[in-house]
């Protein structure tokens, strides 16, 4: 599949992905009612058979109360670290975390403390995290705890929720981030009782606090974290002396597995000898795939065969009814700076579909994002020329400046499809008003466009044309 690092995400996976922003967040859990009197009831149990706080844990907390007052946030960490790691030794002070496995689960952000059942930092290991302030207990302070508890349920195998906790010694809210059929819902209970219920949460079982025990087969080796998608990570492992890529997500789906098998039965059939597919495979249970490439680079993006060949395979999803929906640069991999593979099937729809948007955000045509806005992504529509357009817009958004990709991206995160739609029209000025009017015209015809080989033709013709490839 690919190497390298993962950039923020730029689509929507339902509910469930980057497009939900902090203000949004702040906005669910501060209109939502919330009944619970006491932990145990928040967490979902009838009674935590533990013994009482010790005195020194009490004194503990008494003692940061009034550190805190004075000392920096690091140092109080780092010296809160060393006590908090005699009421449980597999909580680590991650304030200042950085690289690896780590920085792909929460997006280069870093939680106070991080319980882990392992030194290993893989999602499956993760319990959940803690946050710690010296002043008030603020909404966004809680927003970014629920954020970071999003981060950890959304790659965890099988896990619906997480629990953590945000805490400036005299006070306490815990939060719980839950995944429902793919869309999250967000709660607090906020206690006056530190030391009481800091004490139960620090010696809860994990299970209780949405741990899922998970574990790849032992014949599978993790050689190297490929990065981070919008709802997974991705790993390079070997299997049989030979090199995968495979993805480890919340939910298994063989979806895009299945897709492919199609895809190469259609190549086979049809004696396609001059596209290549991504092959996957489903070996025990898990998804792998190769060749393991590299993520493409924008610089790369703007060959002739490159994108000769992006179209070649999305012609074969097409002409099995399908639109992909998610074509962006980080869905393509490059193997051996020779040939492109389009990838992650996961969002794509059958033509002509009306539902709930999956799918890049950025890159998307501009119909789509009219529509995301106006049913705020419930009624969607999907058709071929969508994904032409896609690949269009990644082209011509190329040549954005710096500060330009910022802002669109910073759009598409926050699933700002109306705000986007003016920001793009904006930079594509830049190109002549007749490679404009030809966007336009796909787009007004998108749903009658179902010859695919000439719809196909037709873009590329307006590629060669307006956009100098190499």
Same mark, same amino acid.
């Given at each position: 599949?690919?190497?390298?690092?993962?950039?923020?995400?730029?689509?929507?996976?339902?509910?469930?992905?980057?497009?939900?922003?902090?203000?949004?967040?702040?906005?669910?859990?501060?209109?939502?009612?919330?009944?619970?009197?006491?932990?145990?009831?928040?967490?979902?149990?009838?009674?935590?058979?533990?013994?009482?706080?010790?005195?020194?844990?009490?004194?503990?907390?008494?003692?940061?109360?009034?550190?805190?007052?004075?000392?920096?946030?690091?140092?109080?960490?780092?010296?809160?670290?060393?006590?908090?790691?005699?009421?449980?030794?597999?909580?680590?002070?991650?304030?200042?975390?950085?690289?690896?496995?780590?920085?792909?689960?929460?997006? /280069?952000?870093?939680?106070?403390?991080?319980?882990?059942?392992?030194?290993?930092?893989?999602?499956?290991?993760?319990?959940?995290?803690?946050?710690?302030?010296?002043? /008030?207990?603020?909404?966004?302070?809680?927003?970014?705890?629920?954020?970071?508890?999003?981060?950890?349920?959304?790659?965890?195998?099988?896990?619906?929720?997480?629990?953590?906790?945000?805490?400036?010694?005299?006070?306490?809210?815990?939060?719980?981030?839950?995944?429902?059929?793919?869309?999250?819902?967000?709660?607090?209970?906020?206690?006056?009782?530190?030391?009481?219920?800091?004490?139960?949460?620090?010696?809860?079982?994990?299970?209780?606090?949405?741990?899922?025990?998970?574990?790849?087969?032992?014949?599978?080796?993790?050689?190297?974290?490929?990065?981070?998608?919008?709802?997974?990570?991705?790993?390079?492992?070997?299997?049989?002396?030979?090199?995968?890529?495979?993805?480890?997500?919340?939910?298994?789906?063989?979806?895009?597995?299945?897709?492919?098998?199609?895809?190469?039965?259609?190549?086979?059939?049809?004696?396609?000898?001059?596209?290549?597919?991504?092959?996957?495979?489903?070996?025990?249970?898990?998804?792998?795939?190769?060749?393991?490439?590299?993520?493409?680079?924008?610089?790369?993006?703007?060959?002739?065969?490159?994108?000769?060949?992006?179209?070649?395979?999305?012609?074969?999803?097409?002409?099995?009814?399908?639109?992909?929906?998610?074509?962006?640069?980080?869905?393509?991999?490059?193997?051996?700076?020779?040939?492109?593979?389009?990838?992650?099937? /996961?969002?794509?729809?059958?033509?002509?579909?009306?539902?709930?948007?999956?799918?890049?955000?950025?890159?998307?045509?501009?119909?789509?994002?009219?529509?995301?806005?106006?049913?705020?992504?419930?009624?969607?529509?999907?058709?071929?020329? /969508?994904?032409?357009?896609?690949?269009?817009?990644?082209?011509?958004?190329?040549?954005?400046?710096?500060?330009?990709?910022?802002?669109?991206?910073?759009?598409?995160?926050?699933?700002?499809?109306?705000?986007?739609?003016?920001?793009?029209?904006?930079?594509?000025?830049?190109?002549?008003?007749?490679?404009?009017?030809?966007?336009?015209?796909?787009?007004?015809?998108?749903?009658?466009?179902?010859?695919?080989?000439?719809?196909?033709?037709?873009?590329?013709?307006?590629?060669?044309?307006?956009?100098?490839?190499?």
């Amino acid at each position: 599949m690919y190497e390298g690092e993962i950039k923020l995400s730029d689509s929507v996976r339902s509910q469930n992905s980057e497009s939900k922003s902090d203000k949004s967040i702040i906005q669910h859990i501060y209109s939502t009612k919330f009944l619970c009197e006491t932990l145990e009831e928040f967490i979902g149990i009838d009674n935590m058979i533990i013994n009482d706080p010790t005195e020194n844990f009490k004194n503990t907390i008494d003692a940061f109360v009034k550190i805190s007052k004075t000392g920096s946030e690091n140092e109080t960490s780092l010296e809160f670290d060393n006590h908090l790691k005699k009421f449980n030794s597999q909580i680590t002070y991650t304030g200042n975390q950085k690289g690896g496995e780590f920085e792909q689960i929460f997006r /280069d952000k870093q939680p106070d403390f991080t319980w882990s059942i392992t030194t290993q930092f893989y999602a499956w290991n993760i319990v959940t995290i803690i946050e710690k302030t010296k002043n /008030d207990l603020t909404r966004n302070e809680v927003s970014q705890m629920l954020e970071y508890l999003r981060m950890i349920v959304q790659i965890s195998p099988e896990r619906t929720y997480a629990i953590g906790c945000l805490t400036n010694y005299k006070n306490i809210t815990f939060g719980k981030a839950t995944i429902i059929n793919n869309k999250f819902n967000y709660e607090i209970f906020e206690s006056g009782n530190v030391i009481k219920d800091y004490w139960k949460f620090l010696h809860c079982n994990p299970i209780y606090l949405g741990h899922v025990k998970f574990s790849i087969p032992e014949n599978f080796q993790i050689n190297l974290l490929l990065g981070r998608g919008a709802v997974g990570m991705v790993y390079q492992i070997e299997y049989q002396n030979i090199q995968y890529a495979m993805k480890i997500s919340n939910k298994k789906s063989t979806k895009e597995y299945e897709i492919a098998e199609k895809m190469k039965n259609y190549i086979n059939e049809h004696s396609l000898s001059d596209v290549k597919i991504m092959n996957m495979f489903n070996i025990q249970g898990f998804i792998l795939s190769r060749p393991v490439g590299k993520l493409m680079d924008e610089n790369q993006l703007c060959q002739k065969k490159y994108i000769t060949q992006i179209f070649k395979q999305l012609a074969i999803g097409h002409k099995l009814g399908l639109v992909h929906r998610d074509i962006r640069i980080y869905n393509l991999i490059l193997f051996n700076d020779e040939d492109v593979y389009l990838i992650d099937w /996961d969002s794509s729809t059958c033509n002509g579909f009306n539902g709930e948007y999956e799918g890049s955000f950025l890159t998307a045509s501009t119909s789509v994002l009219a529509e995301y806005e106006l049913t705020r992504g419930k009624q969607v529509s999907a058709y071929y020329a /969508d994904d032409c357009l896609s690949i269009i817009y990644m082209l011509l958004l190329f040549n954005c400046t710096k500060e330009e990709k910022i802002t669109l991206k910073k759009h598409a995160r926050e699933s700002s499809a109306g705000i986007l739609i003016v920001a793009r029209k904006k930079v594509l000025q830049r190109y002549s008003k007749e490679a404009i009017d030809c966007l336009d015209e796909i787009e007004q015809k998108r749903a009658s466009l179902i010859n695919i080989d000439d719809l196909h033709n037709q873009c590329q013709q307006i590629i060669n044309k307006w956009i100098n490839l190499t």
